[in-house]
């Protein structure tokens, strides 16, 4: 093993006009979270521990989109998903359709460790997570000022895909493997800016945004139909069991072969502590740092 790393990430296909200032926002926003995970590891907290810390500060901060940044539905309200998977046993939870839950990434824990179920979806989530006794808000607390805007020029230009029109932000994500090898990634988001009311994307699908298992964890963002198609997150695994990859290979190949015609990118780790990023988008908000002392943060 080659020792703990970590990687988090903020969005695949950043506008290439995205003013200076946000631009080292973001970037600065990644590294506090870097610096949260390398902590935590430092501790020896387990992976699927720091995963879903990390999450969580992503989650808390408006500036990407997951948690209170979440992007709007094409009715102004927030639809949040998001999933978690511990690599060692494949342990898994996910949620989508959440309106009131603060931090998605935590409920979507609960159901991996309190329910005997692996997904829970609106209202049967919203409920359990009443039940949890999780931090409950009102939707209002999710819609900023900087969506509101952003969904008026989704609607003037009828997009609800990627479009460099709208500058919406990003899904976050992390993936880590601790000391002793056990893989683990977390993925939040609130999906696509003027999506339908009842969309679901990748973030919170096993194998396609967010996998993890004893070779690896990986997490996606991007186009989540084309991400779906793909099965992106477990094609990185499967040709690493199958054809004998490389972390690096492997995450260059499913970029390259997988994708057809999507735009995506994608953060992961091995078990043998190395860790790469991957995208076919014009950037992506993305930082790594590793036991031995690396740490990078970047965009393009």
Avoid at 19 to 36: A, N, S, T, W, Y
Avoid at 203 to 228: K, M, Q, R, W
Wanted: glycine letters at 12%; charged letters at 25%.
């Amino acid at each position: 093993m080659g020792g703990w790393a970590i990687a988090v990430h903020g969005g695949a296909g950043v506008d290439p006009n995205l003013p200076k200032e946000r631009q080292e926002e973001g970037m600065r926003l990644l590294g506090r979270c870097l610096d949260v995970g390398i902590s935590a590891l430092r501790s020896n907290i387990p992976a699927i521990d720091v995963v879903e810390l990390v999450v969580r500060e992503l989650e808390t901060d408006p500036l990407f989109n997951s948690g209170r940044g979440s992007v709007l539905t094409e009715n102004g309200t927030v639809e949040m998903e998001a999933s978690i998977m511990d690599g060692p046993k494949r342990r898994c939870g996910a949620v989508s359709g959440l309106t009131t839950v603060k931090n998605p990434i935590s409920l979507a824990r609960l159901v991996m460790d309190k329910s005997p179920h692996s997904y829970l979806a609106f209202s049967g989530a919203e409920e359990f997570a009443e039940k949890q006794g999780v931090a409950l808000v009102d939707n209002e607390y999710f819609i900023t000022e900087n969506n509101v805007a952003m969904l008026k020029l989704a609607k003037e230009v009828n997009s609800i895909v990627f479009d460099y029109r709208i500058p919406a932000p990003g899904t976050v994500g992390c993936v880590v493997v601790d000391k002793e090898g056990r893989c683990a990634a977390a993925t939040s988001t609130g999906g696509l800016m003027n999506k339908m009311r009842g969309r679901i994307g990748d973030s919170p699908l096993f194998g396609c945004g967010t996998y993890a298992c004893e070779l690896c964890g990986v997490s996606c963002t991007g186009e989540g139909e084309a991400i779906n198609r793909s099965t992106l997150a477990r094609e990185v695994a499967a040709v690493m069991e199958y054809k004998g990859l490389n972390l690096h290979e492997a995450v260059d190949f499913v970029i390259r072969n997988r994708l057809d015609e999507g735009k995506a990118g994608l953060i992961a780790v091995s078990k043998k502590g190395e860790v790469v990023s991957g995208f076919n988008t014009t950037g992506m908000f993305r930082g790594c740092a590793t036991e031995d002392g690396f740490m990078e943060v970047g965009i393009w």
